[in-house]
């Protein structure tokens, strides 16, 4: 963690009291007309079942959680608190925009603090890699070798539900990614003036140079899909938290989450892009 950051900011606070569904609603309203979400395997959500959700990040990360989080809220009654990366206390006015709708900073005392409080919590395995893609990783997975939000679920026995989120990296094209920037005098001076090393993992949480429609930063209207995953007990590997079982548990949630990511994109395919507008956006 960057010794820029106060240890105490971003932590597990228990006493946070979540915006109402009605005011999740309204806010969102914009972000669900725009894309028509879908989702799916909502019957597989309880909200007397605390899970851990575990979901893929994509491009820069703007359209992630918001648009199914919501969803949970309003039709389920469950509030996600999602852990995050250091990245998002790292920028002023953010940080504080982050605890405001139920943030919290990523470590294994928050996350244990917060299943002993019965949370539902949602995890990006990911991390802020997952979010600075390189040209060719549309919807790929990044999770290096990750196996924390695994220890977490086997120790304090939560079950695991995988949510795909499909839609939102077509709405950007990547025009310069993180390697390409790095490979630029820009990239140069990043290294000298140690920002690469310090904040940027060097250089690999670079965020890509992206358009959304024509040469602006709006993204494109395209449609967006989810899908909540059977849920993943972790009963059997109770008490067991050597490597070879925090692999062979990861792998699962890995396998799961692909297959669904997969059958997204080719509902996606199948229902088509919508009315003439959307697809003339989607095509600019």
């Not at 310069?176 to 949480?205: Q, V």
């Not at 899909?225 to 699962?252: N, P, V």
């Not at 997969?262 to 003339?280: A, H």
Request: net charge negative.
């Amino acid at each position: 963690m960057s010794d820029s950051i106060n240890p105490e900011l971003g932590n597990y606070d228990p006493d946070f009291i979540p915006p109402s569904p009605d005011f999740v609603s309204n806010m969102t309203a914009l972000g669900r007309a725009y894309f028509e979400p879908q989702f799916f395997g909502m019957e597989n959500l309880d909200k007397e079942k605390p899970a851990m959700y575990v979901t893929n990040h994509n491009v820069l990360g703007v359209l992630d959680g918001t648009l199914w989080a919501a969803e949970m809220y309003i039709e389920k009654g469950i509030f996600a608190r999602s852990l995050v990366d250091d990245l998002h206390y790292m920028m002023p006015g953010w940080r504080d925009l982050a605890a405001k709708v139920g943030f919290v900073r990523g470590s294994r005392e928050n996350c244990a603090e917060m299943m002993k409080h019965n949370e539902h919590i949602m995890v990006y395995p990911g991390g802020g890699r997952e979010t600075c893609k390189r040209k060719g990783e549309k919807y790929k997975l990044t999770w290096k070798k990750r196996t924390g939000f695994a220890r977490m679920a086997i120790e304090q026995g939560y079950d695991i539900i995988t949510v795909a989120q499909v839609g939102q990296e077509d709405s950007y094209d990547i025009m310069m990614d993180g390697d390409e920037l790095m490979d630029t005098k820009f990239g140069d001076w990043l290294r000298e003036k140690g920002i690469a090393e310090k904040y940027l993992k060097d250089g690999d949480t670079v965020f890509p140079l992206v358009r959304g429609i024509g040469p602006t930063f709006l993204p494109r209207p395209e449609k967006q899909y989810y899908a909540f995953g059977q849920r993943i007990s972790t009963k059997e590997y109770e008490g067991k938290t050597d490597d070879e079982t925090l692999w062979k548990l990861r792998e699962k949630v890995e396998l799961q989450l692909e297959l669904d990511i997969t059958k997204m994109r080719i509902q996606k395919l199948e229902d088509g892009e919508g009315g003439w507008l959307r697809s003339l956006l989607n095509r600019l």
